[in-house]
């Protein structure tokens, strides 16, 4: 009786959702003399950044990225203080089999060309696809991959905990300087350089930068807060 | 021709992402098990980014980078703003499964079970 | 057309899997069929041209939620019909 009930509703709701959508059609332009004009010349000739999206997230909505940094901040520490009942001791986890040696070999193959690739990924953010939370997250599968393949592969908590503390010290720091130079928090201060040259963008690659390293920290931080439990 | 393939595709992939809220909320709304309902907060998560990343669509668009040798081409590119938007709710429903996980971790302990209905404070 | 073709074909995969997601009571392969359906929301993000958007996905969805659902099956139950630890299809004590 409850399952005929909920699928009238979804029924229902689905019919109205779609009748919605299909006045909207797909390949029109739908905000003509909206803010993507703005955003794509301001981009360009006041900026000297490549890459659209880097100057939205970082520098026209960068109070935005500083909440999202924080959320996750909230979450990694919410998880920390659920699960806090007995843990193992640092390095030793109950496993059913140990790992065969061509995971072994090639994990420990794999493991600096994934770091690099991080790197790579949030050093060159404005000048290319990628930026500070895609490089984060490639570096934390890196690490991952370390914690499966290996029984005592150890990741000391204090070095985590103060590489997230200082990155997120720097980006705020860098918000007050903001005041100096023109006069509102998060204010571009240094000078742009040219188009498509690693030094471009003023502000935005040293922000960029410490947000991928607070992001591969705290996603770190979670995986290994989540494989340490035990029953 | 040209116009009859952008119709069927619109219909498509409209389709496919309301279809996906639908099912996710069925999932919700229905199961008795808490790692079910976990799983179908994250499919309506999926949907919910598909909806807005085809709505900023644009006909022979192409993405919104200025590479070297490409640097007028303003006219053609795709709406940036709801890319910027789907980039940071990504991360955070992410955040949000792994604190519901680990609520339905402690949940285990403290019960010995996974049902809502021997939970009973969750009773609809 | 063979391109409209291909887009609908992944788009009836990405459903299936949501649907063999919500129907199958063994937890294990409904975590897989997640992880199925972020990887062709990856692949549909870079048809719609969304380049970052794509790298965001391929590494959080795919990678990531998946090894966290594991270890939260790892330490419960594995059935999705199950009430307590070894006793499978229990009654429920009242």
Redesign the interface.
Known sequence: MRKFIVLLILAVLGYFMFDIFSGLHLGEPHFVNGVKDFYLSKTVSDLHVANTITSIVVNFRGFDTLGEVTVLFLAVSAMGSVLYKKRHEAGTRTVLFASSNIVRSGSKLLFPAIMLLGAYVFIHGHLSPGGGFQGGTIIATGFLLMLLAYRDFKVSHHILSYVESFAGIIFVVVGLFGFMGGGTFLQNFMPAGELNELFSGGVIGIIYVMVGFKVAAELTGLIYTILHEKD | MDEQ??K?????????S??????????V?????L??IV??L??ID?GI???L???G???G????????GF?EA?AK?????P??L???A???G??????A??????L??HH????I??IKSLK? | MIYVILIIFLLLLMVGAAVYAVVQKDLLYAVIATGVISLVLTVMFYILQAPDVALTEAAIGVALTTIIFLITIRNTLRHEDEYYKNDKLKTPSK
Do not use: N
């Open positions: 393939m952008l069927i595709l619109e219909y498509s992939i409209y389709g496919a309301v279809l996906l809220i639908l099912v996710g909320l069925y999932a709304l229905t199961k008795k098990s790692i079910k799983i179908g994250s499919i999926g980014h598909l909806l990343i085809a709505i669509y644009l006909k668009g192409t993405a919104p980078i200025f590479s070297p640097e303003t590119m795709v709406d940036p703003v890319q910027a789907v980039l940071t990504i991360v955070i992410f955040g949000v499964t792994a604190v996980l680990s609520l339905v971790i402690r285990y302990r010995r079970t996974l049902q209905d021997e609809w």
